[in-house]
């Protein structure tokens, strides 16, 4: 039987809180990251795009260890922010907000980008030719023939986030209702030996990302589908 | 309607090279072998490729200069692409009014979507998908779509060449009639001489990457670089009934009788003078010195030789003829030519075999 405490829920809500933030950010940073990359002939993209990938590669504590230097009380973000009488962002919700938002980036960025190559320019002439200009082409052309990208773009990022861990304890460290996300919080549970707490949020996450996995698959393959057509 | 251009673009080994001013009536094809330019040229004009340097002005409206650069959404130009462009996400009814919903207040209305879809038979697509038209369905909706942004210039780019030769022979009654009916310039990029011959007013000639030459259809016809994929000749006539089943055509003074096409004597009476282009091959043509009674050839016109051209086959020769002030080309042996004495200024018959009716 589930029997979650009060500290329990109170992580799940920011989990949910964190991925949602996340998701929203990234789409709205990720966009024009993915038209840049599709219609840039820069010698700069190669670079952005090896960026871009980065955290794929990267143990999530290196991606940590550096957004805790830039973003601490002694880093140039988190100094700054203190010198104009501000709060730094280590060990807070902000600081994972924004360590999320890197740590996930690629993961909004690729399905997006393959979307946007998948449609070619020739949509977008013709929308031209007709009298769009590029914010109108943004709404009448790109959004509704690139949807299924940005469907997966999205879920991919929320269950991405959802499982993030490495980046969170390193930068945010535990603190419950400010940093202490699920993951961490398992973490936490297992060290105490509390097993049975553990077990329950531990398969509560395997099942809900199984079904995130589940619908993004089901979607593509429809998407698929459709563009073929 | 003036269309000036200024452009240079190199791009490896491919390089075009125009500076001309191309007079827009009716239809003008740009007319070329495949690699010549013409598209490159056509996407230029349209703005959807912007060349360093270029210079393009249509009427007074200067669309590129210097650091001056006019969007192609606010160059109110109409574009047909060879291959189906029409959004998938839309409806055919949606895909026409796509541009006719973004029209920017002011702009006279000259084609209504009714009327636009009378003109190109659309009624029975209009709540299809694009992808359950056929290919020639397809061009002809992109083709109402553009009309219906109200363009002041009409671009084809090889409109025809992905559809089979029945979609072809569809689409082709329909771009005579927007030519006829709506009075909007258009450029119409080809290298199928028969689908310009049908269609164009006037042609201009690429090469190589720049622009040969351009002038009316019929005189370009007389062209030795057109001649050599089979001469031709243009021949605009007036028609004044239909009598025996025979559309009875003149030319300037002078009489000529075709088999009138079925649809027509079918709706015997329903003909109103009309001019037709006649296509006539160049080796569809005699010459005689004098007018033959015992010829089963009936149309006889009398001609005057105005030059001798060289012809792709080492043996024949051109002939150029003036006819009531429109020129005519037949192929003739050198041989024949001598043994008539043919010579500039001569006055004789040509006997025309099968001729092709637009």
């Not at chain 1, 082409?137 to 959802?162: K, M």
């Not at chain 2, 004098?290 to 012809?311: E, H, M, R, Y």
């Amino acid at each position: 039987m589930l029997q979650l405490s009060a500290q329990d829920w109170q992580a799940i809500q920011l989990t949910l809180k964190l991925c949602l933030y996340t998701t929203a950010i990234l789409l709205l940073l990720g966009t024009p990251l993915a038209w840049w990359l599709s219609q840039s002939q820069s010698k700069l993209r190669t670079a952005i795009q090896a960026i871009v990938a980065l955290p794929l590669v990267l143990p999530p504590t290196v991606l940590g260890f550096y957004l805790l230097l830039l973003l601490g009380p002694h880093g140039a973000v988190g100094g700054t922010l203190q010198q104009l009488g501000l709060p730094h962002l280590a060990f807070s919700f902000s600081g994972i907000l924004i360590g999320s938002v890197i740590y996930s980036l690629p993961f909004t960025v690729q399905p997006l980008l393959e979307s946007f190559r998948r449609m070619g320019p020739r949509p977008l002439e013709v929308a031209a030719t007709l009298g769009a200009g590029k914010l109108d082409q943004l709404f009448s052309v790109v959004l509704p023939l690139c949807r299924g990208g940005f469907i997966v773009a999205a879920t991919l990022t929320f269950a991405h986030t959802l499982g993030e861990f490495g980046v969170i304890l390193m930068l945010g460290g535990s603190i419950p209702g400010e940093t202490q996300v699920l993951s961490v919080l398992i973490y936490d549970h297992t060290e105490a030996m509390n097993y049975t707490q553990a077990h329950q949020l531990s398969l509560g996450l395997l099942i809900s990302a199984f079904v995130v996995l589940f619908i993004v698959y089901g979607l593509n393959r429809r998407f698929e589908r459709e563009a073929v057509l | 309607m003036t269309l000036a251009l200024q452009l240079t673009v190199k791009r490896g080994a491919f390089s075009l090279q125009v500076e001309h001013s191309l007079p827009l009536q009716g239809i003008t094809a740009l007319f070329g072998r495949s690699g010549c330019g013409k598209t490159t040229l056509l996407r230029a004009i349209a703005g959807l490729d912007r060349h360093a340097d270029a210079q393009i002005r249509f009427n007074d409206t200067v669309w590129q200069q210097g650091k001056h650069f006019v969007p192609v959404h606010q160059r109110r130009i109409g574009m047909v692409f060879q291959e189906s462009s029409l959004l998938p996400h839309l409806s055919v009814e949606q895909n026409l009014l796509y541009g006719y919903r973004r029209l920017v207040k002011g702009i006279t209305v000259s084609m209504l979507p009714e009327q636009v879809i009378e003109l190109l038979a659309l009624k029975p697509l209009l709540k299809q998908h694009p992808e359950q038209l056929s290919g020639g369905q397809r061009q002809r909706v992109a083709l109402g779509r553009a009309l219906l942004s109200q363009p002041q210039l009409l671009l084809l780019d090889e409109p025809l060449a992905s559809l089979d030769q029945q979609s072809r022979s569809e689409i082709l009654p329909f771009l005579q009639r927007i030519a006829n009916h709506s009075g909007i310039p258009m450029l119409l990029v080809s290298h199928q001489l028969d689908d310009v011959v049908k269609l164009a007013d006037n042609l201009v000639l690429m090469q190589h990457g720049s622009i040969h030459s351009q002038g009316s259809l019929p005189q370009q016809l007389l062209k030795p670089e057109l001649a050599a994929s089979g001469a031709m000749s243009l021949l605009y006539a007036q028609c004044s009934g239909i009598k025996h089943h025979l559309l009875q055509l003149h030319i300037g003074q002078q009489p000529l009788q075709l088999p009138a096409p079925l649809f027509l004597t079918a709706a015997a009476g329903a003909y109103s003078p009309l001019t037709y282009r006649l296509r006539i091959q160049a080796r569809d043509i005699a010459l005689s010195l004098t007018k033959l009674n015992d010829s089963s050839v009936s149309n006889q016109l009398q001609v005057s030789i105005t030059g001798f051209n060289p012809a792709p086959h080492p043996a024949e020769t051109l002939v150029q003829l003036n006819l009531e002030d429109q020129p005519l080309q037949a192929l003739l042996t050198k041989q024949s030519v001598e043994r008539l004495r043919l010579q500039v200024g001569q006055s004789v018959y040509a006997q025309i075999k099968a001729v092709a009716l637009d």
